[in-house]
């Protein structure tokens, strides 16, 4: 047996029964007072006198049962607002915790991504003997542009619980930081087996965060490596779109359903085994911070998916290297 679910107080019934409730007490006030005024009044100056008395009578006990109701109303009204402030207060704290834990666990899942990358180079500097000398160089470089990836994005973690606004936009050379990004990425063990191409006009100069822009790339480029289980094929594309640039990824995967391209870039929404679902949450940052947006369409160059970032804030030329 199930009860019906409590109600709260209706405006207009409550209204109504209270002003049926005052006209019926001010009709029977008004009627019997008359009758014992008419009765006690031996003329018509006392009855004056009396209809007088009854009158202020009335009005200092209506006055009073108004300040009454009006007080009680009150003190519950200001009761509910400092409970309606404190649960505001909660919620704004929990929202910037849940927040701050967010980026802290999106900026962790990138530093796992530089880690990777970095110990390809590592392993490689391990055999020294196997490498030529400008093998040996190009992966110390590497590994030296992966360390201060890793660097980088440990500030951003310590400063999670702070303040998440991009503040150090500069002029970059968007098609330089997609070429140098593609280089990182390659070295990455789930890119290793796929055939990567990149397609880039350059130069085009962006007003940005070259930091979001690689991190964004790395992410889209190992969320189509899952697409092709590591070893299709996956195409970068970049070029001007005035006021900014389109970066695109295709890949030659299975696509992704119509149902679910508004979904994908949720955080934690994920269909890779272990994965967590942050990468793409570092890509929808990315084209907000630039003023832009990002989308998930079919292919029509590999047939999988394709993956468009617009970068909407650009002016000036492109800086020179």
Known sequence: MHSDPPQGVRPLRMAALLAIVYLAFCSAYIWLSGVVAARESA????????????????????????????????????????????????????????????????????????????????EDLAKPMELSELELRDATQRLAGALGEISTLARRLAAAGRDHTVRSM???????????????????RDLRGIDLRLEAETPIAVLGVPELVRRALVNLLLNASYAVAGRGRVLVRLRPHPPGAVLEVHDDGP????????????????????????????VRACAEAHGGAVEVLPS??????????????????????
């Open 43 to 122: 003329s018509v100056v006392e009855l004056q006198h009396t209809e007088l008395l009854k009158g202020l009578l009335f009005v200092a006990t209506t006055s009073m049962l108004l300040f009454g109701l009006i007080f009680a109303l009150l003190r519950r009204l200001a009761a509910q607002q400092r409970e309606l402030e404190q649960h505001r207060d909660a919620l704004t704290t929990a929202e910037v915790r849940a927040t701050a834990g967010l980026m802290a666990a999106s900026v962790a899942h990138d530093i796992n991504n530089a880690l990777t990358i970095a110990g390809a180079d590592v």
């Open 170 to 188: 500069e002029l970059l050379d968007v098609a330089a930081v997609v070429y140098d990004a593609v280089s990182f990425a390659r070295r990455h």
């Open 255 to 282: 696509g992704v359903p119509p149902e679910r391209r508004h979904s994908v870039f949720a955080p934690f929404t994920t269909t890779r085994p272990g994965g967590l679902g942050l990468g793409l949450l570092t």
């Open 300 to 321: 029509e160059v590999l047939g999988g998916a394709c993956f468009r970032l617009r970068l909407a804030t650009s002016r000036g030329p492109a800086p020179r290297p």
